[in-house]
């Protein structure tokens, strides 16, 4: 009776001093295993008598169900503590803000961005978008828009010029988005109504100007289109662009040689505070060139002035998001710095609308 009341107490010891479910396991297979201490005390009953049968296999069955019982206790109770312990360890803080997912980690650039507002404004009015190639003919470049023999624009100091071709012709980059235009005008019949956006080249680099740039233009043409729908579509874009209630406008009198009458834009402005607002202000900020299209670029396209006539306009793309945005410097735009991208970038999954709001 005394030695199985040690080794309980020497088991029930071990079992609660246990510190992991490795260390109880030892200790279970130490007492119940096949060659434990208690399991080699029960095969000690068949050699005992009857009597003493009777009297020691309920004090070694009893120890065994006491040890069996201390076991699954401790195993339990380190199964909390490990439980508890992994809740502490991988916890987390709702009060922190939710981590960005590689779906809106990145940023949509100023540049896509706003191609994409000038298209929502456009479409939602009834334009189409149309689109050329970078590289281009003298023709459709310079020719078809009227541009005569020897102006500046047809120059090498002025445009990028290819190597001449097999005929003798050089094909140069687009000074303008225009050339879709007139693609448009030999292909389509009116009525037509696009937008012209895309890249443009010219010899030019300083803080407003680089060599490689975005314009977008656009073009109606009709039996009836005036000087009166112009000017209704642009107070309707500057509106929705610039996203004020009104804004009023000054037409001044200029000249571009695909144009007659042909006019500078200029928007009303306050530059209080060094800070530049629409829709408000007494000052003037010239954004667009626009104009009636000549009746020679009509001809040079197929159709009869005539018949019909159109308008048609023009803007830089990284000029307007310059003044919409704040940006004070356009080289920044084309030097890939991540820095700049996430302070001045937007983020993909909020896709401008009218409905939803350019910039929610």
């Excluded at 005390?41 to 050699?47: A, H, Q, R, V, Y």
């Excluded at 070694?60 to 339990?76: C, F, K, P, T, Y």
């Excluded at 009023?248 to 200029?266: N, Q």
């Amino acid at each position: 009776m005394t030695d199985l009341t040690s080794l309980e107490t020497d088991l029930l010891a071990q079992v609660s001093g246990a510190a992991d479910e490795a260390s109880l396991e030892g200790v279970r297979v130490a007492a119940l295993g096949k060659k434990g201490a208690v399991s080699e005390l029960l095969k000690t009953l068949g050699g005992l008598s009857p009597e003493a049968r009777k009297e020691q296999g309920p004090l070694i069955n009893g120890l065994r169900d006491r040890v069996q019982g201390a076991i699954q206790s401790r195993r339990e109770t380190l199964a909390e503590a490990a439980l508890t312990a992994r809740l502490a360890a991988e916890r987390i803080d709702v009060t922190l803000p939710v981590r960005e997912g590689p779906e809106t980690r990145g940023r949509i650039h100023p540049i896509t961005q706003v191609m994409d507002e000038i298209t929502a404004i456009f479409g939602d009015m009834g334009f189409s978008i149309a689109e050329g190639p970078d590289v281009e003919t003298d023709d459709l470049n310079f020719t078809a828009l009227n541009f005569p023999e020897g102006h500046p624009a047809r120059e090498m100091h002025d445009t990028f010029f290819l190597r001449p071709d097999r005929d003798g012709k050089r094909k140069l980059l687009r000074t303008h988005t225009s050339p879709v235009q007139v693609r448009t005008m030999r292909n389509v019949q009116p009525p037509i109504r696009v937008i012209c956006p895309g890249r443009t080249y010219r010899h030019d680099s300083d803080q407003t100007h680089t060599p490689m740039f975005h314009q977008v233009e656009g073009l109606v043409i009709d039996r009836q289109a005036n000087i009166s729908h112009l000017k209704w579509i642009l107070e309707e874009f500057c509106k929705a662009f610039f996203e004020v209630d009104s804004v009023k406008m000054r037409f001044r009198p200029s000249f571009f040689p695909f144009t007659e009458p042909s006019a500078e834009v200029d928007i009303q402005c306050s530059r209080k505070g060094g800070e530049i607002r629409f829709g408000e202000g007494d000052d003037w900020l010239e954004i667009l060139g626009c104009g009636m299209v000549h009746p020679n670029v009509l001809r040079n396209c197929g159709l009869d002035p005539d018949t019909v006539q159109g308008f048609a306009w023009g803007m830089g793309i990284d000029r307007i998001a310059m003044l919409k945005y704040g940006m004070p410097d356009l080289r920044p735009f084309f030097e890939a710095d991540v820095r700049w991208l996430e302070h001045y970038g937007f983020r993909p999954l909020d896709i401008p609308s009218l409905v939803g709001g350019l910039t929610a």
